[in-house]
């Protein structure tokens, strides 16, 4: 099994950039899709991005493509989502998450591993 945990929130100005991680243990992160997902207050848990198993294809929502970027760093275990332009709609708790399929899913009831996330505020 592979343990995840989540970090770098933090409160930010519109436009800014932040840079957030999920650090895997127990089992490389390669052997796992991998995917970010977001949760706003009085929201429905939110696909933002993710990595196929082995990091081949990224794919993103809507709402990010062009601003945030999801990549791998194999000698350290863990998977990065650069986020960059950030607004208000923003905000939120950010997960990492991971499931032993090839591919990843937007549907976030289908991932067996997640961590315990982290909160990104954008003030406008």
């Known amino acids: 099994q592979v343990q995840l945990v989540d970090s770098g929130g933090g409160l930010v100005q519109a436009g800014a950039s932040l840079r957030l991680s999920c650090a895997a243990s127990?089992?490389?992160?390669?052997?796992?899709?991998v995917s970010w997902f977001r949760q706003a207050p009085g929201k429905e848990r939110e696909f933002v991005g993710g990595?196929?198993?082995?990091?081949?294809?990224?794919y993103y929502a809507d709402a990010v493509k062009g601003r945030f970027t999801i990549s791998g760093d194999n000698a350290k275990n863990t998977v990065y989502l650069e986020m960059n332009s950030l607004k208000p709609a923003d905000t939120a708790v950010y997960y990492c998450?991971?499931?032993?399929?090839?591919?990843?899913?937007?549907?976030?009831?289908?991932?067996?591993?997640w961590g315990q996330g982290t909160q990104v505020t954008v003030s406008s």
């Open positions: 990595l196929t198993r082995g990091g081949s294809s990224t």
């Open positions: 127990g089992r490389p992160f390669s052997s796992y899709a």
């Open positions: 998450a991971a499931t032993a399929t090839f591919q990843f899913s937007i549907n976030h009831r289908l991932y067996d591993y």
